[in-house]
């Protein structure tokens, strides 16, 4: 074929919103003027390794959350020695795109090495020089990206299923004060990022009681908290619209906006109810993964309808959420492929395991421009 000398770049052009123009429009632009639409990314996209990815995250987000690079065990794996090379390139990746860019997590139970709450091995340490540790590190990691990332899940998951706090090594060591002195510390660290408090099952009544006296004490205290942080590990099932919109609009009254903070959708049975605790495992069993070739139709069908109407739900809350991240780019990087159930078949989110866009992302894109 003969190609005249304007074809080519047109072309080419046209191969770049490939992913635009199968859509008609991109989630981004269909969410523009409502909230940010995010999307948390591993170590390959950091790297922009693949650029079909690349172009699909930086087409239809305008922000990113990291799926583990800013964990404590991958900054600050051994006392008083920080790695920040993947980070750096997660932060140069979001000011590049210009994409709002968030940081999780400062204060977490899972993921943090053990050393951090011992003096010497198998001894713990005093509550004084925790105190000084994670002073250290939040000051380390926020200073480090002052201005460029705009949000932090200052705290991660620190309730239990019934509300109280969850005696993890901080709260064990540092008392339940521990909540206000790191939200203090990552305000004085950077006094214009939002900071937020993240935990799941936020729909249920007693852990919805748990969040927002948690949110009233930094309140009283006279300490920022800009967002509270569900993060919407979904199911078909689980929770219910109203449970939803009550739980935003609980969230609303206290002032605090809302972000939706690692939205997936499970369409796979569950053993082990609705839980999002990453320390649950279960054992492999065929009658838990029952898709390994391809969703069926009429499930698919359910997967589209559920985000329509979660999004409906956020739509008609934007004074509110300021954002919604989906938590992974297409099915085949979902961590529920290996949660809890390692090596299970995973359809929750919105690009299928070619990276195409499944029914549910138009649906998406209906209900926004509505
Ligand atoms: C998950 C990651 O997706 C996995 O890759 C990792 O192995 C475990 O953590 N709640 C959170 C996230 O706040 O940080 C978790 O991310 C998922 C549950």
């Given at each position: 074929m003969h190609l005249q000398k304007t074809t080519l770049p047109l072309l080419l052009l046209c191969l770049s919103c490939a992913a635009w123009a199968q859509t008609g429009i991109t989630l981004r632009q269909a969410a523009q003027g409502k909230f940010h639409v995010g999307v948390a990314i591993n170590t390959s996209q950091i790297e922009a390794a693949d650029a079909k990815e690349d172009r699909i995250i930086t087409q239809q987000f305008d922000s990113i959350s990291p799926e583990n690079a800013l964990k404590w065990e991958r900054l600050h794996a051994k006392p008083g020695v920080y790695d920040f090379a993947l980070a750096d390139r997660?932060?140069?990746y979001g000011t590049k795109h210009h994409l709002y860019t968030v940081g999780h997590t400062l204060v977490w139970h899972s993921q943090v090495p053990d050393w951090v709450f011992?003096?010497?091995?198998?001894?713990?340490?005093?509550?004084?020089?925790?105190?000084?540790?994670?002073?250290?590190?939040?000051?380390?990691?926020?200073?480090?990206?002052?201005?460029?990332?705009?949000?932090?899940?200052v705290v991660n998951e620190a309730l239990n299923d019934d509300g109280s706090l969850r005696d993890s090594k901080w709260r064990q060591i540092l008392g339940d004060d521990y909540i206000v002195q790191a939200f203090r510390w990552a305000q004085e660290a950077d006094p214009q990022a939002e900071l937020g408090y993240n935990?799941?099952?936020l729909e249920n009544p007693k852990k919805l009681?748990?969040?927002?006296?948690?949110?009233?004490?930094?309140?009283?205290?006279?300490?920022?908290?800009?967002?509270?942080?569900?993060?919407?590990?979904?199911?078909?099932?689980?929770?219910?619209?109203?449970?939803?919109?009550?739980?935003?609009?609980a969230f609303a009254r206290l002032g605090v906006k809302v972000a939706i903070t690692e939205l997936d959708i499970d369409v796979l049975p569950s053993a082990w109810g609705h839980s999002a605790d990453v320390s649950l495992k279960h054992t492999a069993d065929a009658k838990l993964n029952p898709y390994p070739k391809a969703l069926p139709e009429d499930v698919s069908r359910q997967l589209t309808q559920r985000y329509a109407d979660l999004f409906r739900i956020y739509a008609e809350h934007r004074q509110s959420v300021e954002r919604v991240t989906l938590w992974g780019l297409s099915d085949r990087d979902s961590w529920l492929?290996?949660?809890?159930?390692?090596?299970?078949?995973?359809?929750?989110?919105?690009?299928?395991?070619?990276?195409?866009?499944?029914?549910?992302?138009?649906?998406v894109e209906d209900v926004l421009q509505k």
């Open positions: 997660y932060v140069d011992e003096s010497t091995p198998g001894k713990p340490i005093t509550r004084a020089a925790l105190l000084e540790r994670l002073h250290d590190h939040i000051f380390a990691v926020v200073g480090r990206y002052k201005g460029r990332i705009q949000a932090w899940d935990d799941y099952s009681a748990g969040a927002i006296a948690i949110v009233k004490k930094l309140q009283t205290a006279g300490v920022k908290i800009s967002y509270v942080g569900i993060q919407g590990h979904d199911h078909l099932d689980w929770p219910s619209n109203s449970d939803e919109t009550q739980t935003i609009e492929n290996n949660w809890p159930v390692v090596g299970r078949t995973s359809y929750p989110l919105l690009f299928d395991r070619k990276g195409d866009p499944k029914p549910a992302l138009l649906a």
